[in-house]
């Protein structure tokens, strides 16, 4: 059975940081399939950055400077550290993966950023 596991959520100051970590784990996966998404009230899911084919981390324009993806292949876990949070990344972020066998989320983890 396939599980993402996330964890590293929580409430934070606006400038404050958060490392969000993601592993996954009951089937064959390549961090190069996996990314993280978010969602706020009332808004759609929205790409926050992700591996792509070629190993090359993409980020969502919002982020860039701010976030940064890194990963452990060993342990299949994707990792996104978040500086200089601002109260609009509050959301729900979520991991995600795909491999041969489909698409996987999960479950989400919290970030509150407070002004």
């Known amino acids: 059975q396939v599980q993402l596991v996330e964890s590293g959520g929580g409430l934070v100051q606006a400038g404050g940081s958060l490392r969000l970590s993601c592993a996954a784990s009951?089937?064959?996966?390549?961090?190069?399939?996996m990314a993280w998404y978010r969602q706020a009230p009332g808004k759609q899911r929205e790409l926050v950055a992700g591996?792509?084919?070629?190993?090359?981390?993409n980020y969502a324009e919002f982020v860039k400077g701010r976030f940064t993806l890194s990963r452990d292949n060993a342990k299949n876990t994707v990792y996104l550290q978040m500086n200089s949070l601002k109260p609009e990344d509050t959301a729900v972020y979520y991991c995600?993966?795909?491999?041969?066998?489909?698409?996987?989320w999960g479950q989400g983890t919290q970030v509150n950023v407070s002004s």
């Open positions: 009951g089937g064959i996966f390549s961090t190069n399939n």
């Open positions: 995600y993966a795909r491999n041969g066998g489909g698409s996987y």
């Open positions: 591996f792509t084919y070629l190993a090359q981390a």
